[in-house]
């Protein structure tokens, strides 16, 4: 079942928080892939790092984001000793994955949405995983 | 492959920030799309808005959870030049997509589940994608 | 279609709030389920709980996620007559289902991931739905 393998993608990133479009490799990983009706999944395989869909016309919505996700950090004792609890918290409230239908082979997604990786404690090198199940 | 192709659902709104129960518009959906076991996607196409499953016996639940959200958004700056950068954050919170078991052609959900569009910088002519895959 | 039914296991949780590790349970439940490569669903048929994927190998983490989901709850005029919004708000945060790839009958995670089952009422006795698309 060599079409259903699930791709990866490197993501590297450059910031200790950072949200970063990644709807091109995404896009380029279905063409890949080569099943042209069904659901993609984008799977993030990282405990300090999420995802999200929001707007990719005017920047600043990402850097707002970054801001809002960085402030919105609740002020308690962490004593994780990696002192990176506030990323595995971020992560847990933008997740590990989406789902985006596909229709002839294109990801079918509204017209000001795009796919970002958002970096929590970078910049490092990341990766996210593409499957689609037909259908 | 007619069977699978998404149907989109109109949601229109009337507050700024609105939770609007549209499980029966899914359940519809469903019945139409004709596929009685896999799973079904609920996608939202829109960068100010988003979906949530939880309870809708009492109403207060959803009014409870509309002012939360509005309180969520941390005081930051705000660059976007529209000034809804409030509602893309909570967007990327509530999500673009859900995902909900279906047996014998009928949504599987607990007890107390409905489903919820969440909308955060209404009121706005909005719509969703129901898309099943059989499996 | 009985391969894909979903399956139900059992989460007693003993704590209030309680990130509690099911990583292994739902391993066991695709092993009974026997589709060995697709998409693995697992839904969380409560109002007042969530599902999260993060690190379980410092059972610190977990803790400190704990105090930050309490924490992060606004500080609004909750209606609701069960004085449980809190607990739906979080719920709402952590979702109500997650989705991973099944490669070999094997859950797909990341080095550090494992799977939390989020309790915010509890003491409870709860469940969660796991089901396999293949593909």
């Not at 990983?29 to 999944?41: H, V």
Request: hydrophobic letters at 40%; a neutral charge.
């Amino acid at each position: 079942m060599i079409l259903a393998m699930k791709k990866r993608i490197a993501v590297p990133t450059n910031q200790k928080i950072q949200l970063k479009d990644i709807t091109r490799d995404i896009q380029k990983a279905i063409a890949e892939i080569g099943i042209s009706e069904g659901l993609c999944i984008v799977f993030n395989p990282h405990t300090t790092a999420g995802l999200a869909i929001n707007e990719n016309a005017d920047p600043d919505v990402a850097t707002d984001l970054e801001r809002a996700f960085q402030e919105m950090v609740p002020q308690v004792r962490f004593d994780h000793i990696e002192g990176n609890s506030p990323a595995h918290f971020l992560s847990c409230v933008t997740r590990h994955s989406l789902q985006i239908i596909v229709e002839d082979g294109r990801l079918q997604l509204g017209r000001w949405q795009g796919i970002y990786f958002c970096e929590f404690d970078g910049p490092r090198s990341r990766n996210v995983w593409v499957k689609v199940i037909a259908g």
